[in-house]
Structure formats: structure tokens, C-alpha cells
T-cell receptor, first 112, second 115 residues
């Protein structure tokens, strides 16, 4: 068990630019989740995949956000035309069956 | 909409003091309940969970929590805290059957333990 890996750890970008984050889940986990956490708040659910299928998206996920998990293994989260309000920690987690979530260390996005 | 409320935002204790962190949720149906901890510089880790059965659940590092259905509460307790318990603590709820990964988190409680 090597844990959930996220890359990059930090990303600073200018408003209007596109950014992409990657998540590598624990290898035997078929479910993968994206959460967003802003300062002083708990994580908020964004979306999740079971294998390669994206089964649910939160209303928080605007049209500028897109997530993929093409082969049912790693996932990417892309934000287009970033806004300052997108600045947050983006967390990835994985699980299988009814097991609890295993979280990665997150990608901290700063939009200037 | 479902929500989770953590009463204490910042708690400061001395070592060996007892700890109780409050958590209330708003949902009338079946829930799964969790406490996660985030130590400085580390990822969120599961402390304990409640799915069903004995409402008093024990987790890692001497933590326990009690599910009181009538009060919609799931308070976290530890009889004697240590400096190493300094961390942020999150209560979370999952509603309905099946997908236990879609969680609603509280805003967190920062615990500072003074040596």
C-alpha cells in the first residue's frame, strides 16, 4: 500500500490559465473521489468515479471543471480559465467496497 | 440539505486533560459517521467510524466516539490527550446506503495540546 499520490503538491497560476492535477489512487481501489478544501473549512465533495465511469458530480463543479479517469486507474482534474475563487486545496481519495476513504496529500492551487 | 456542525473551532488543552469535541449532523435517515484527523503536514487519516451496532466506537490512539441518534450527535472523546494529538479534527457523515465515500464534512476543530 503506497497510498494515494497527488501531483503537483503546489501550483501557482495566473487568472485565466488552465491547470491540470493528477491523482494516483491505491492500486486495488476501484473508487476515486475529488474533494476541495478552502481555508477554515472541511473538504467538500466534487465528483467520484467507479472504475472509469464518473458517477456523480457536485453542483460545485462548474463547467470549467472536468475530471477524467480514462483507464480506471489514475485521474486528472482540469480547471479551465482559472479564477481567484478556485484557490483551494484539491484532495483526491480512493476506496473500494465499504472501506473508508484514503486521502492523498492534496494539490494546493493558488490563483493570482 | 444535509450538514455537519462542529461546535468548537479551536481548542487548547494541556497534556493529560480530557477531550470532547462536539459533532452534530442534520439528517433523519440512516447515516454512517466518521472522524478524520489531519496532523500538521500530513494527509487526512481515519480515526474511527460508525456504521451500525454498538454506538460507542473505539478508534486509533485511544480515541472513542459515541453515536446518540436522538441527539443527532457523534462526539469524539479521549480521556487524556498528548502533545502528539495536536491536529485538526473533522467529523463527517455519509447518508444513505452504498457509497460510503461521498462525505459531508464539518468545518473542523483545531486542537492544540500544550506540553
Amino acid at each position: 500500500d503506497t497510498g494515494v499520490s497527488q501531483d503537483p503538491r503546489h501550483k501557482i497560476t495566473k487568472r485565466g490559465q488552465n491547470v491540470t492535477f493528477r491523482c494516483d489512487p491505491i492500486s486495488e481501489h476501484n473508487r476515486l473521489y475529488w474533494y476541495r478544501q478552502t481555508l477554515g473549512q472541511g473538504p467538500e465533495f466534487l465528483t467520484y468515479f467507479q472504475n472509469e465511469a464518473q458517477l456523480e458530480k457536485s453542483r460545485l463543479l462548474s463547467d470549467r471543471f472536468s475530471a477524467e479517469r480514462p483507464k480506471g486507474s489514475f485521474s486528472t482534474l482540469e480547471i479551465q480559465r482559472t479564477e481567484q475563487g478556485d484557490s483551494a486545496m484539491y484532495l483526491c481519495a480512493s476506496s473500494s467496497g465499504n472501506s473508508p476513504l484514503h486521502f492523498g496529500n492534496g494539490t494546493r492551487l493558488t490563483v493570482t | 440539505a444535509q450538514s455537519v456542525s462542529q461546535h468548537n473551532h479551536h481548542v487548547i488543552l494541556s497534556e493529560a486533560a480530557s477531550l470532547e469535541l462536539g459533532c452534530n449532523y442534520s439528517y433523519g435517515g440512516t447515516v454512517n459517521l466518521f472522524w478524520y484527523v489531519q496532523y500538521p503536514g500530513q494527509h487526512l487519516q481515519l480515526l474511527l467510524k460508525y456504521f451500525s451496532g454498538d454506538p460507542l466506537v473505539k478508534g486509533i490512539k485511544g480515541f472513542e466516539a459515541e453515536f446518540i441518534k436522538s441527539k443527532f450527535s457523534f462526539n469524539l472523546r479521549k480521556p487524556s490527550v498528548q502533545w502528539s494529538d495536536t491536529a485538526e479534527y473533522f467529523c463527517a457523515v455519509n447518508v444513505g446506503p452504498g457509497n460510503t465515500g461521498k462525505l459531508i464534512f464539518g468545518q473542523g476543530t483545531t486542537l492544540q495540546v500544550k506540553p
